[in-house]
């Protein structure tokens, strides 16, 4: 059974950065895709980024490209998500999720993590 685990999220000022973590277990890591998704309080879930089973291709929502950064360590089946010039607009539980195909703006994804909660304050 597929498992995803977040961690690294937190209370941050404005303009401060953190790095979120997702360990994955279940099944082949590096053969799929993984992507970060967020969730405000009172607004929809919405992607954030995702990253290619090796790394070599990305994509950014509009309002974190520039900003964030997704990567992979396929030996650590360990996904990140470095997130500088936080902002309160960044505010969200942030999400790990697990696809078998990379897809640039990926409508769903086969499996999800519990979340992380990252808070900005101004």
């Known amino acids: 059974q597929v498992q995803l685990v977040e961690s690294g999220g937190g209370l941050v000022q404005a303009g401060a950065s953190l790095r979120l973590s997702c360990a994955s277990s279940?099944?082949?890591?590096?053969?799929?895709?993984m992507g970060w998704f967020r969730q405000a309080p009172g607004k929809e879930r919405e992607f954030v980024a995702i990253i290619s089973r090796h790394g070599v291709n990305t994509n950014y929502a509009d309002s974190v490209k520039n900003r964030f950064t997704i990567s992979r360590d396929n030996a650590k089946n360990t996904v990140y998500l470095q997130m500088n010039s936080l902002k309160p607009e960044d505010t969200a539980l942030y999400y790990c999720?697990?696809?078998?195909?990379?897809?640039?703006?990926?409508?769903?994804?086969?499996?999800w993590g519990k979340g992380t909660l990252v808070t900005v304050s101004s």
């Open positions: 999720a697990e696809s078998t195909y990379y897809i640039a703006k990926p409508p769903s994804m086969d499996y």
């Open positions: 279940g099944r082949t890591f590096s053969s799929h895709a």
